[in-house]
């Protein structure tokens, strides 16, 4: 029984090894690229910030889908020092990682970054490029992907429906990818996403941890990061109206009626100017929030860095430095997307993207199943980090998930006996707030908006170095909880809900209020088809 044994232990890999070689050659014999079909040539002498670029550099476009014309384009920066590869989404949805991660966030060529408070974003996207001495790609290599299918360069019909579909092209890309690169096979993989990539992020996660008992070659995941992430539109929905209260740009009269409008809007009985609940959109509040703050006239509250005021509605440009480099025919050509016809685009406005059918009524409406599976069956570590100037997806909402996903490391999180809890440093200085149990981490960056990079490109470089490095402690100065006295059940605190019970003369009051607002803004967008949010989820 025992050489039985051994010999299926040992034929196993054998055989495992024999389908890997076998699919290998039948792609070979099939006319399989090489990383030499997908290099970067002549950028330099395009525009001259990549002369300083230390790594190879690869683009292209590949299959994300069998017997379809899907296919994802990516960008990689290798970096030989490196036994690690950052892959990078933004999040929209429809929103370019080229145009927000490469070119304004962590690329090693970059308009020149900011901290929170610079004021005008539009003029920002106009400047011209710089190299990055912080760019991410000086810490792993790192591969910016161009999805889902119909954003940027990235083309293919049908577009995807949910998150399923989503993860699915991108799992078929990246084995492809592997079997092109197959030296990036072996490195430790972390998704990083932004924003709506929330979404993405945990799905794909979640997708190659159930694809680990197939046939198909292993991925060697070790962890995601979401940066202001977009996880779950019920609960972070809403607390843009108490993030507006917090920071005086609203009253409590407008707090009282804009949660009511939002919990009509949620049960489905509230008409224009705002819509039906949708994942990407929720309810059009953003809009109301901002007006109710003072947006007219072309400048508004920004809703990324509630430090400034900017345009109305705050959006890069599509005329700015990055489209019009990004759509000049040289620059296609190296990048080995010549062929592509399409206008290059950093991002698809809401209207576009519902003609497109892109992930307007996306599922599932919240990512804690996933990242509870992830956590629980898995040894992958989860970083969820925000931000604290930033309104469109604040650390608040991101904690009330956290405190209220279900895993079996729950009860440790909301218990500051099992919990760690302090203050992050980089450089001897207060960077942010850290709290970790197990594989979980939370980091709430100071100083810093929507893209954390930009505000913080320093603070940023140490955190995406201490977490791939694996197992990432963040906290340098451990804050001790000395309130045992007053603790109450460990249960989370809800948003602000709306005031207590008013007087009848009160009500009508608000009744008026938000009446006229609704009738202000219904007569605004009267020519506007259907419906167009404020802000996108970069």
């Known amino acids: 029984m025992i050489g039985k044994s051994s010999a299926s232990v040992v034929a196993m890999p054998i055989i495992n090894f024999a389908t890997f070689v076998l699919l290998w050659l039948a792609r070979m014999v099939a006319g399989q690229k090489s990383p030499e079909d997908f290099r970067i040539h002549g950028l330099a002498n395009i ?63 970059t308009t020149p970054l900011h901290p929170a408070g610079y004021d005008n974003l539009d003029r920002g996207n106009e400047a011209p490029l710089k190299y990055n001495k912080y760019t991410w790609a000086n810490v792993s290599n790192i591969m910016y992907i161009e999805q889902p299918v119909g954003v940027g360069y990235t083309h293919g019909s049908p577009k995807p429906h949910n998150e399923d579909e989503v993860a699915a092209d991108f799992y078929r890309f990246l084995q492809n990818f592997f079997d092109i690169f197959p030296k990036m096979r072996k490195q430790r993989l972390f998704l990083v996403g932004e924003s709506y990539a929330g979404m993405y992020v945990p799905s794909m996660a979640h997708y190659i941890h159930e694809k680990a008992t197939s046939d198909d070659p292993k991925i060697n995941l070790k962890g995601i990061a979401l940066g202001n992430g977009w996880v779950d539109a019920v609960k972070q929905g809403p607390l843009v109206i108490d993030y507006a209260w917090w920071h005086g740009m609203i009253d409590t009269v407008y707090r009282d009626a804009l949660w009511s409008a939002w919990a009509d809007c949620v049960n489905g009985s509230i008409s224009s100017p705002f819509h039906k609940f949708t994942v990407p959109d929720e309810c059009g509040i953003m809009g109301a929030v901002l007006e109710a703050a003072g947006a007219k006239d072309g400048q508004s509250p920004n809703t990324y860095d509630v430090t400034t005021w900017d345009t109305y509605p705050v959006l890069t440009s599509d005329t700015g430095t990055f489209a019009k480099f990004l759509n000049r025919p040289e620059v296609k050509e190296a990048l080995n997307v010549g062929h592509v016809k399409k206008e290059w685009m950093g991002c698809i406005p809401g209207a576009g993207r519902r003609k497109l059918g892109l992930l307007d009524n996306d599922r599932p409406l919240s990512m804690a199943r996933y990242m509870a599976d992830l956590l629980d069956k898995t040894d992958i570590d989860v970083l969820v980090y925000n931000g604290d100037d930033d309104m469109s997806t604040c650390s608040q909402g991101s904690e009330l998930f956290l405190n209220d996903m279900e895993w079996s490391g729950q009860s440790d999180w909301l218990d500051p006996s099992t919990y760690s809890r302090g203050l992050w440093k980089v450089n001897g200085k207060v960077a942010g707030h850290a709290k970790s149990v197990r594989n979980l981490h939370f980091l709430v960056v100071y100083n810093s908006g929507h893209m954390v990079p930009y505000n913080q490109p320093v603070n940023s470089y140490d955190l995406i170095t201490r977490f791939t490095r694996g197992r990432p402690d963040y906290i340098d100065q451990e804050i001790p909880f000395t309130l045992d006295h007053y603790r109450g059940s460990g249960k989370q605190i809800v948003p602000t809900p709306p005031g207590q019970p008013m007087s009848h003369l009160v009500s009508a009051a608000v009744g008026c209020l938000f009446g006229v607002m609704i009738m202000w803004m219904k007569t605004k967008r009267s020519k506007q088809q259907g419906y167009d949010p404020v802000p996108t989820h970069f």
């Not at 190879?56 to 290798?78: H, K, Q, V, Y």
């Open 47 to 109: 525009e001259p910030a990549f002369a300083s670029v230390d790594g190879n550099m690869f683009s292209g476009l590949i299959s994300a889908r069998e017997n379809s014309d899907a296919e994802l384009f990516f960008w990689l920066i290798t970096n030989d020092r490196s036994d690690s590869l950052v892959i990078w989404f933004n999040g929209g949805p429809g929103c370019s990682s080229i145009d927000a991660g490469f070119f304004f966030e962590m690329g090693p060529v």
